[in-house]
């Protein structure tokens, strides 16, 4: 009986023992199938094997994601994972090309790395990098893999990659795709570059530069829509700064509208904002600068009944200020209103 009881102990053992290593092994496979490899590089080279003299299968872009290669037992040279990409184009790629994730992690990952990519100097001017920043993070905004707060990062942060490869393309002195074309051209700067061609409906021609440029209502849009995402005020940043100083040469209207579409408009959405005070300040060095020599306020207006509305929005937007600066802000619209638009 003690032999046959010994056996029976063994054979639990062995069972367990056995389910015990399927289940590890079931959680290996899963884990590996969770992991992700978000390329942060740029121009990554996916190699036939972990060797850089061998052949290369594909560059790949920003922003691509790869997973484990299931098929291939993960390499014990610590600088190189076996991985495929989405089309199931096995090789392997060097570690200091990717981060390593998981699905649950990989937006975390992403917002990590593009914002980082913003603040590297070097990258100013590199007009393939934004290239790859802007494809990849409009197709993220367009694939429907994120909803809610990711999908507004996507789409604000899309737009300022554009805004920086279009900046990056002009800066570029050889650039056969703008700097050599006319100027006035608005359509043939476009067309002439598949890049600009395919984000041409978010593009328009800057009046003080005749360049091409970013329309700041792309961002106008994220941060009027989205009004309680945290990204809503950088897009109302972003859309401020895509909007260049205009000369309008002492004429009170063209003045006028560029304080109410640009400063009074990001009041008007954020009224609340820690930058009111700041943006407030600004309002009124404006119209310092603007009303100091006040005989030279070139108030000739044809259109009288459209000026005076122009007039009056700037009245309503006074309550948009930070409190502080209103007094100061009445002492300049007086003198315009007392130069130009006097009571009916």
Known sequence: MGRFHLAIVCLFICIGNKAYSESLHKDNIHQRKNV???VNGF???LYLYSDK???VLTELPYGSILELNSEVEPTNKINWYSVHTSSKLSGFILSGEVLKTTKK???KTISSDVLKKF???NLKNDISAWQQITNFLFQSAENGDFTGEQYVFFRVFSGEALANAVDAMQVFETSTSIDNLDSNNFNKQIDS???LKSYKIYLTKDTNTNQVRLDENFFWKYASLNSNSKYAEIAGR???EQIAEKDCNREPICFLL???NREFRYLRFFPNSKSKKKLSESINSKLKKFTKEKEQIRCFLPNKDYNYQIFNQLKFNRYYLYEREVKKFDKYYSIIQDECFPVI
Request: proline content about 0%; charged content about 15%; overall charge negative.
């Open 258 to 260: 560029s304080l109410n």
């Open 238 to 240: 972003l859309a401020m």
């Open 105 to 107: 992690n990989l937006f």
């Open 53 to 55: 003299n061998s052949e």
């Open 36 to 38: 992700l490899y978000f």
């Open 193 to 195: 570059n598949d890049f």
């Open 119 to 121: 603040s590297l100097i």
């Open 43 to 45: 121009d990554a080279k």
